[in-house]
T-cell receptor, first 114, second 110 residues
Framework: NAGVMQNPRHLVRRRGQEARLRCSPM?????VYWYRQLPEEGLKFMVY????????ESGMPKERFSAEFPKEGPSILRIQQVVRGDSAAYFC????????????FGDGTRLSIL | KNEVEQSPQNLTAQEGEFITINCSYS?????LHWLQQHPGGGIVSLFM???GKKKHGRLIATINIQEKHSSLHITASHPRDSAVYIC????????????FGQGTRLTINP
């Protein structure tokens, strides 16, 4: 039973380009969470999605960031027109129900902006 | 003030020592999680607690709901326990997201 799969593991982009981060939840999990860890800082919530629905996006920056979890396929975190400050580790987690259940984390995507 | 406070921020100990990491939170929650992040960066969920105490191998986690406090203990510590330990709470005001402490960097010397 595969765990949460994130790809790519490392992503390098130049300023102004777009970054697409993918997350496939564990089998049977319908809840996906995205978190960001800036260098030398703690984890911060970004967005919580269920299939085809954004449930809570209170942690998402107002501009350039978007997320989706389509009926088929992985969840995607999209960052448009990246800037140096977007350099961070982005983690995806999934759970079968809610935060009352343990969340299973992926290995993260390390995004570096040149 | 952060909603979740961990102490200490850094902890260095000798192999075999008993380790305690503390977590305090300031609001009502539905669950508290302890996570482990290794130098490679991956995150592993160690425990999820809503009351009482849980044990897994050499790791023990406790929570006191009235005092809004949790502890993570490691018995007979080993260098491979060296990692960042993160406390996270969920269910604040009914929200599903996790709110994280800043983490405790644990180093166990042989």
């Amino acid at each position: 039973n595969a765990g949460v799969m994130q790809n790519p593991r490392h992503l390098v982009r130049r300023r102004g380009q777009e970054a697409r981060l993918r997350c496939s939840p564990m089998k049977g999990h319908s809840h996906v969470y995205w978190y960001r860890q800036l260098p030398e800082e703690g984890l911060k919530f970004m967005v919580y999605l269920q299939k085809e629905n954004i449930i809570d996006e209170s942690g998402m920056p107002k501009e350039r960031f978007s997320a989706e979890f389509p009926k088929e396929g992985p969840s995607i975190l999209r960052i448009q027109q990246v800037v140096r400050g977007d350099s961070a580790a982005y983690f995806c987690a999934s759970s079968p129900v809610t935060v009352a259940q343990p969340q299973h984390f992926g290995d993260g995507t390390r995004l570096s902006i040149l | 003030k952060n909603e979740v406070e961990q102490s200490p921020q850094n902890l260095t100990a000798q192999e075999g020592e008993f380790i305690t990491i503390n977590c305090s939170y300031s609001v009502g929650i539905s669950a508290l999680h302890w996570l482990q992040q290794h130098p490679g960066g991956g995150i592993v969920s160690l425990f999820m607690l809503s009351s009482g105490k849980k044990k897994h191998g050499r790791l023990i986690a406790t929570i006191n709901i009235q005092e809004k406090h949790s502890s993570l203990h490691i018995t007979a510590s080993h260098p491979r326990d060296s990692a960042v330990y993160i406390c996270a709470v969920g269910g604040i005001q009914g929200a599903q997201k996790l709110v994280f402490g800043q983490g405790t960097r644990l180093t166990i010397n042989p």
